[in-house]
């Protein structure tokens, strides 16, 4: 397979890992400057984006579905695929959350989870630009600990966020809203951690 051919996976890949960080950034502006009376229309909009993420994949596996060679096993090409479109998937999760509980303000809780996880979307992100040279690439194993690390931190966070959500408020309609809205976030966080590990797995096997 030409270098030419080969170029499209990881370019693909690399497109994904944008669409994620763009959907996380998008939710980060809109607890920052958030108003419950367009959560619909901010709906609409990350949804956008999960969409041209899906199609994005879609090209990928109909790559595959033609392809006699492929640059890696096709089996862990689509196991990343589906990794990095499942993060964009779980961020879109978080914004449904906060719509469906009717949430009236933003706990800044939430909000320092979320930049643990935009910083994890950023490592994906950089990550899939050094995997095409995973053979070579000096950098992608520090990548994966890094990911690994912020992906402990949003655990602790969940932890801690949960405890004070009990501890703090009597509201049940309020406790049910915000044990969804941290399980989602950690969920982001954990669908990063998936992605370095399927990328560590292929790196063992093709080297």
């Not at 520090?142 to 004070?164: P, S």
């Amino acid at each position: 397979m030409s270098k030419k051919q080969d170029a499209f996976y990881f370019e693909n890949y690399i497109s994904c890992a944008e669409y994620a960080v763009q959907a996380a950034q998008m939710l980060k502006d809109t607890l920052m400057n958030f108003k419950a009376k367009e959560m619909k229309k901010k709906l609409d909009e990350i949804h956008a984006i999960e969409h041209a993420a899906d199609e994005k994949n879609h090209e990928l596996m109909d790559r595959l579905a033609r392809a006699f060679i492929t640059p890696i096993e096709r089996e862990d090409m689509l196991a990343l695929s589906h990794n990095i479109d499942d993060l964009t998937d779980k961020i879109e999760e978080v914004f449904i959350r906060i719509y469906i509980n009717q949430v009236k303000s933003i706990r800044p809780e939430a909000v320092s989870m979320l930049d643990t996880v935009i910083k994890c979307c950023q490592e994906v992100c950089g990550l899939m630009k050094e995997f095409a040279d995973f053979r070579h690439s000096k950098d992608l194993k520090e990548k994966i600990i890094r990911i690994n690390t912020l992906e402990e931190v949003a655990d602790q966070m969940f932890i801690e966020n949960m405890h004070d959500l009990h501890s703090a408020d009597s509201n049940v309609l309020e406790i049910i809203a915000w044990r969804e809205i941290y399980s989602y976030l950690e969920k982001c966080a954990d669908a990063c951690e998936e992605i370095a590990d399927v990328v560590g797995s292929i790196v063992m096997n093709n080297t």
